[in-house]
């Protein structure tokens, strides 16, 4: 039991204290679940864009299914201010519980996005692999 809990303290060390606009912020690791999240919110923002815009239902519903069935540049979505403003919101939020989206979109302006971007492209987990009693399939 030892052994595990060890485990999961190495990969809780990953955290980053980060000031922003004053204030500390303690960001947590970014997880495969959360970079599958952004992605669904991408597609989000892109289908309310359509809905908005396009009048032909037609038009619409082919739009909506293209971008549905469609891969998303994460890196590229990364650097614009909704994904670093999403990204943001998902690490703040595992320790604040509650947050909003639109609470975390004033936090970021153009004097800070670029510091809050570079900050969170450090968040993808830094566990030390291989994991202790692991064999690697290559051996």
């Not at 485990?7 to 809780?12: A, N, R, V």
Request: aromatic content about 4%.
């Amino acid at each position: 039991m030892t052994e595990e809990k060890d485990k999961l303290e190495d990969m809780s060390k990953s955290e980053i204290l980060f000031t922003i606009k004053g204030e500390e912020y303690t960001l947590s690791v970014l997880t495969i679940r959360d970079l599958a999240d952004f992605r669904q919110h991408i597609k989000g923002e892109k289908i309310k864009l359509v809905q908005g815009i396009v009048k032909n239902s037609v038009e619409r519903v082919q739009l909506i299914e293209r971008i549905v069935n469609s891969s998303i540049n994460e890196t590229m979505e990364m650097t614009t201010m909704d994904g670093v403003c999403f990204l943001l919101w998902k690490s703040l939020s595992k320790k604040r519980k509650g947050l909003l989206l639109e609470q975390v979109d004033e936090m970021i302006d153009l004097d800070n996005i670029a510091e809050v971007s570079a900050v969170l492209s450090q968040l993808g987990g830094r566990v030390k692999p291989p994991f202790p009693g692991k064999k690697s399939k290559n051996k």
